[in-house]
């Protein structure tokens, strides 16, 4: 949570003409549509009435369907969370798998702050470290992240978090 990816997102689309897709969007999509509040514990409760029903694999297996249409140069997927997502992913062309992390302090101050989700503004940081062991969708990504070919630290300013991003733009656009 809040570790940089929607920001390192909206920059490779607005920098690199990237396609972006979050993990997320779908479940948000599903919450509004039935009028339900959009929060972390909404969309993790819809993320995992999906995955029980349909299989852990449900969200990845759309996407990646959606992503092997496209003929951009750049795609990006925001919030690989469990090993079941990067099963349709691993394997189509130029797929690397990014990590990117920031310590909790440094987190917790920008999930603070942005407020994307209802009650986040208002969350403490001791709230903040129990959501990572009771969360489900967060107590799986350590698994993922071990997985990943390169790493970003994001403790640092925007502008040194932006250019470790474009160098690995440039690292793999060669």
Do not use: C, W
Not at 19 to 31: G, N
């Amino acid at each position: 949570m809040a570790s940089g990816k929607g920001a390192a997102a909206r920059h490779l689309a607005d920098k690199y003409n990237a396609k972006v897709f979050k993990f997320s969007d779908v479940l948000r999509d599903m919450l509004d549509r039935l009028h339900i509040e959009k929060s972390r514990e909404t969309i993790t409760a819809m993320s995992e009435a999906v995955r029980d029903k349909f299989g852990e694999d449900t969200l990845a297996k759309t996407l990646a369907a959606d992503v092997s249409k496209l003929d951009e140069d750049i795609v990006v997927v925001d919030g690989f969370r469990r090993i079941e997502d990067l099963y349709y992913f691993k394997d189509l062309p130029n797929f690397i798998l990014v990590n990117i992390d920031a310590s909790p302090e440094v987190r917790y101050k920008r999930l603070v702050n942005r407020a994307e989700n209802a009650g986040e503004s208002t969350k403490t940081f001791e709230q903040f470290e129990k959501d990572h062991e009771i969360i489900s969708t967060e107590t799986t990504i350590p698994e993922v992240q071990a997985k990943a070919e390169e790493k970003i630290e994001n403790n640092g300013t925007y502008e040194e978090f932006m250019k470790q991003v474009d160098d690995l733009v440039k690292k793999y656009m060669q």
